[in-house]
């Protein structure tokens, strides 16, 4: 039995985008077979993270590069940025756009980053908050460990990471928070 995990994203009325995330073969049912297995799950929530991330970034930048005087802003240029999320260390894409005429910055920069201003922190709320709740039972390499158990965190995340996201920039406990659930359940899912 072949199975396809697929996202399907729609922003307004537009035509949906399917994006496939993975496949699985299984053959007779056993133990072996049963269900994912933990090293799926996690190559499945990794695929996820990425693609709903990268198609949340593409529709912000797209609303970006129109000027609030009906200009389209250039492309200057396409960086990275490093993302640690529950899910994983993404490095999303990080389009940079020429500033239009019109924008008045203080600096007066000339280059816009649409993305790094959104996105100020480059640890989410959800890993930041498992690291600081785990690293009060045991020590930050255990949690560590913890971690990389259950979530696809990879190799990109040690005990001196977390002891810096736990203590933020002052050395004390961090407190950035998610306010409220950022999606609706449907039911029949």
Do not use: Y
């Amino acid at each position: 039995m072949e199975f396809m995990i697929q996202l399907v994203a729609r922003q307004g009325e537009t035509d949906p985008v399917t994006t496939e995330l993975v496949r699985f073969e299984r053959g007779e049912l056993s133990m072996d077979t049963f269900g994912l297995a933990l090293v799926e799950a996690k190559t499945l929530l990794s695929r996820l993270q990425l693609a709903m991330t990268q198609l949340q970034i593409d529709a912000h930048v797209q609303r970006a590069r129109t000027c609030r005087c009906g200009r389209k802003r250039p492309l200057k240029d396409i960086r990275t940025l490093p993302m640690r999320t529950a899910f994983g260390k993404l490095d999303v894409r990080d389009p940079r756009l020429h500033a239009c005429r019109c924008d008045s910055n203080a600096e007066g920069a000339r280059v816009l980053s649409p993305v790094r201003a959104r996105l100020a922190q480059r640890v989410t709320p959800d890993l930041l908050h498992l690291e600081t709740r785990w690293a009060s039972l045991v020590s930050f390499g255990v949690t560590r460990d913890l971690l990389e158990d259950v979530l696809p965190i990879g190799e990109h995340i040690n005990a001196a990471t977390i002891r810096n996201d736990v203590m933020g920039d002052r050395g004390q406990v961090g407190t950035r928070t998610r306010r409220g659930s950022p999606f609706r359940l449907h039911h029949g899912l």
